[in-house]
């Protein structure tokens, strides 16, 4: 029988021609799939757009746009077994890299049409769907930095020039972090929850490996003192990330969880996959297995925690803690 599929199409994501680029999906996937395909608006998102193809009962979701755009239709598929592909064609393309999915479009589309898939876990944050990660603080403030016409004239380097930028208004808060069998207090700079992360990703990068079908979400906290100490541990991290080890600063911490409610005093803006979505306190949850996308598998190893050495660190372990799971 043949296959058939939902294209979702974001003409105007990443810096390519959208033409050419739907041109080309079409050429490669319509000899095997029936495309019915959909452009997302200004006004319509990809996550309405997702949601009333499920409503309709597609066979498969194909979204194709930035991490905005596929995070959304992403959204949609939780939980129904509704296979998920992906054509990145944005400007960072965490999604891709992050979940092993090759990012230029011929070999995207290879992947969909050998029909491979797999389950992973997704996260919510406060209720919203999260595949990739959420930040606090300082990934936040700088992809608030990292507006459309920054994207457009500088591409992947406006992330790294609002980084820059950013690292002038250096700040710290106080954080507050309950597990289902602690609360840890600390200051930062930065508090990242990562269901799955790419390396560049970097303030994710406190465990030796971020991984998306473990049933766990992973911590990292960064909390340098300086702007001098927060340039050292971001190098540090970036090392790690490239190395696949774990970090050895002390102002750097991480640990793995099923769920965290994070209290921030000020409270700080939070980032979930890429767009900004409120601000702190947020309560981050996984749920193991909730997407099956077409993907080539990723491999798993252990992790520990790490939060010794963090300023101010108090950690308290609650009564009613579980630590039998
Ligand atoms: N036809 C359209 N016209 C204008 N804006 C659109 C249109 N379709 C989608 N959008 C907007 O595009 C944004 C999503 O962009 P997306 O993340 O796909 O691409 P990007 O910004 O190039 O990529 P990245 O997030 O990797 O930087 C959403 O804010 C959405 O409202």
Redesign the pocket.
């Known amino acids: 029988m043949r296959r058939s599929a939902c294209l979702i199409f ?6 390519g021609d959208p033409e050419l680029e739907l041109g080309q999906i079409r050429a490669m996937l319509e000899p095997e799939i029936d495309l019915d395909i959909y ?4 006004e ?3 996550d309405q757009l997702a949601y009333a193809a499920v409503e309709r009962g597609v066979d498969a979701i194909i979204a194709s ?6 995070s ?1 239709a992403a959204a949609a598929v939780v939980g129904t077994d509704i296979p998920f592909g992906i054509i ?8 891709a890299a992050a979940l092993g999915i090759p990012d230029t479009i011929a070999v995207a589309c290879e992947t969909i049409l050998q029909g491979k898939t797999r389950k992973v876990d997704i996260g919510y944050c406060n209720d919203q769907p999260m595949v990739l990660l959420a930040g606090i603080g300082f990934e936040a403030e700088t992809v608030e930095r ?1 507006d ?1 016409s920054a ?1 457009n004239r500088f591409g992947m380097l406006a992330y790294v020039l609002a980084g820059f930028q950013e690292l002038r208004n250096f700040q710290t808060f106080d954080v507050e972090i309950e597990t289902e069998d602690k609360i840890i207090k600390t200051t930062a700079a930065a508090v990242t929850v990562a269901n799955a992360a790419p390396p560049t990703s970097v303030l994710a990068q406190g465990p030796a490996g971020i991984f998306v079908d473990d049933g766990l979400l992973d911590l990292t906290i960064v909390a340098p003192v300086s702007k001098a100490g927060a340039i050292a541990a971001t190098f540090h991290l970036f090392q790690t990330a490239s190395t696949g080890t774990a970090v050895e600063r002390n102002d750097i911490g991480y640990l793995r969880g099923k769920q965290f409610k994070i209290t921030t005093d000020p409270p700080q803006k939070v980032v979930v996959d ?2 900004l979505v409120g601000t702190t306190p947020i309560e981050v949850r996984c749920v193991p297995a909730g997407l099956t996308i077409f993907v080539p598998t990723v491999e798993e190893e252990v992790l520990t925690e790490k939060l010794e050495g963090l300023p101010n660190l108090t950690v308290e372990l609650k009564e009613t803690a579980d630590n039998g799971e």
């Open positions: 974001n003409p105007v994501a990443g810096q452009y997302t608006t200004e319509i998102d990809a746009g930035g991490d905005g755009t596929l959304a990145s064609r944005g400007t960072a393309n965490a999604f990292a459309r994207k890429g767009e």
